[in-house]
């Protein structure tokens, strides 16, 4: 076998499939023809990190969780979705009590969204919630982000706003997903929530009170500042202990990110 | 136990190591990636509810991922029919070497993959999206279910000649798209031999038409398993 035979064979000869023979003289030809034995290797290996890329996913944990549910093969036992629709009957309760003693009355408050936003944010920034996917690489977070939700996201704000990234992840919400990137400003904790525009459907609260305020919105919710607003696919909430303006900037960039790049 | 409870047992057990694999070859195949969970809940469910059928030693991942390819091509049929074309005739002979030959870029890319794997996602999906679909299927199931040319064949109902070609095809497509990109970026600065222009042409041997069409349940809309027991993935 000469060189041209050996390389036209290469994909039968990586995958190891095909003829038993042929691999023999392959094998041969490459133990008496380093050129090819490199050049095979090479192939390899190429083809072998390509693989891995196509590959590289961990499965998204509350994707698998509904769609077993909704499978039929995992069911919840009744005494457990019992006790499980007492305890959200509780604690929806406590919410209430506890929203109304928080908040008086004539303070800008949000609204259903706004309270999920802030309690995430509360979690996270008191190490109560680690991120799904923990990382400071921007690139590493836009890409778990497209990889994983099922709406158009916008990578991170970045440098532009001082905006650190420190992770993400995806949760659901009312069977609504929502992505969440939380990082620092200037060691301000941040949270960023994201939803996709037609969400809103599911909080009609959450919409009027965007609506009224033009596609923005600022309030209160907790402890932490939030400002919250509407781009072209998204709704999205910027919660954390920053000031107002500087929750607005990190809006505007995580809007206007990927326009200007083009993406 | 109940039986129900270990029935539902059993399958999770097969099921769980899948997960990954399974979710990432339905992101890459499909058109539309908000359908992901949608097709990922019909195959599950479809293939739960016909758990009865699955032979137990036998090739759990090929029937699992038969059902979501099967569910994925009945998906991305409203946007790309499955068109069996023309396929080499000369299969095994994969000409894609040549290129390496040819050009400077190729051959630093094979050198040095990091530089552009880092930005393999960018480039990868619209690669994917341009191949035809037995093409990315054929890829798709080679590198993520690490499947043999044989369990393909059999997944897909068509030869393995057919497996060899496609894949073979997809395989260049691939590279010459990464070797495009790569190119345009400048990601590797020449310190050329000479430019080498990138052949985009198939084999040039004859080539012929295959039927494919009677053992393509994939076309039937019907779901996966509404006939007979082997187009469920049962022989698998």
């Known amino acids: ?263 | 136990m109940t039986d129900s409870q270990a029935r539902a047992s059993a399958f999770l057990e097969l099921l769980v190591p899948l997960r990954g694999p399974l979710e990432a070859y339905c992101r890459r195949m499909l058109r539309d990636r908000s359908q992901v969970e949608d097709v990922i809940q019909s195959a599950v469910a479809d293939a739960f509810r016909k758990f009865d059928r699955y032979a137990a030693g036998t090739n759990f991942k090929a029937w699992m991922f038969r059902f979501v390819t099967l569910e994925v091509f009945n998906r991305n049929s409203k946007h790309e029919p499955i068109v069996l074309g023309e396929v080499p005739a000369d299969l095994p002979a994969d000409e894609s070497w040549e290129l390496v030959l040819t050009n400077d870029t190729f051959e630093a890319m094979v050198e040095n993959p990091d530089v552009l794997l880092d930005q393999f996602d960018d480039v990868v999906v619209g690669a994917l999206r341009r191949l035809a679909p037995l093409e990315r299927a054929t890829l798709l199931l080679r590198a993520i279910g690490e499947f043999s040319y044989k369990e393909i064949h059999e997944l897909l109902s068509i030869p393995v000649g057919s497996v060899i070609g496609y894949l073979s095809r997809a395989r260049r497509r691939l590279r010459i798209a990464l070797a495009d990109y790569a190119t345009e970026r400048g990601l590797y600065p020449a310190e050329k031999k000479g430019p080498g222009p990138i052949r985009r042409n198939g084999p040039t041997g004859a080539s012929h038409k295959l039927d494919l069409s009677a053992r393509m349940p994939v076309l039937d809309p019907k779901p996966p398993g509404a006939s007979e027991r082997d187009q469920e993935g049962g022989s698998t």
């Open chain 1, 1 to 263: 076998m000469n060189c041209h035979e050996a390389r036209q064979h290469w994909m039968l000869y990586i995958d190891s499939e095909g003829d038993p023979e042929l691999h023999f003289r392959i094998s041969d030809h490459l133990a008496m023809c380093p050129d090819c034995a490199e050049w095979f290797a090479k192939r390899h290996r190429f083809e072998q990190a390509v693989a891995e890329r196509l590959a590289a996913s961990e499965p998204t944990a509350q994707l698998w969780d509904r769609v077993l549910g909704k499978a039929g093969v995992v069911q919840p036992a009744a005494g457990r979705r019992r006790w499980l629709a007492i305890g959200g009957v509780l604690a929806a309760a406590a919410a209430i009590v506890l929203a109304v003693l928080l908040f008086p009355k004539g303070q800008p408050h949000g609204s259903e969204l706004a309270a999920i936003a802030a309690d995430w944010h509360e979690r996270w920034s008191q190490g109560a919630m680690r991120p799904d996917l923990v990382s400071q690489s921007d690139e590493q977070v836009d890409r778990y982000l497209k990889d994983h939700v099922p709406f158009r996201v916008h990578c991170p704000p970045r440098k532009d706003v001082n905006f650190a990234v420190a992770g993400a992840g995806v949760r659901t919400v009312k069977d609504q997903s929502a992505a969440y990137i939380v990082g620092n400003v200037d060691k301000a904790a941040i949270t960023i929530l994201v939803f996709a525009r037609d969400s809103l459907d599911a909080f009609p609260l959450d919409r009027s009170h965007l609506a009224e305020g033009g596609g923005r919105h600022r309030c209160r919710e907790k402890n932490y500042e939030m400002v919250s607003g509407i781009t072209a696919d998204n709704v999205v909430f910027v919660v954390g202990a920053a000031a107002p303006e500087v929750l607005e900037q990190v809006l505007n960039a995580y809007g206007s990110y990927h326009e200007t790049e083009g993406a």
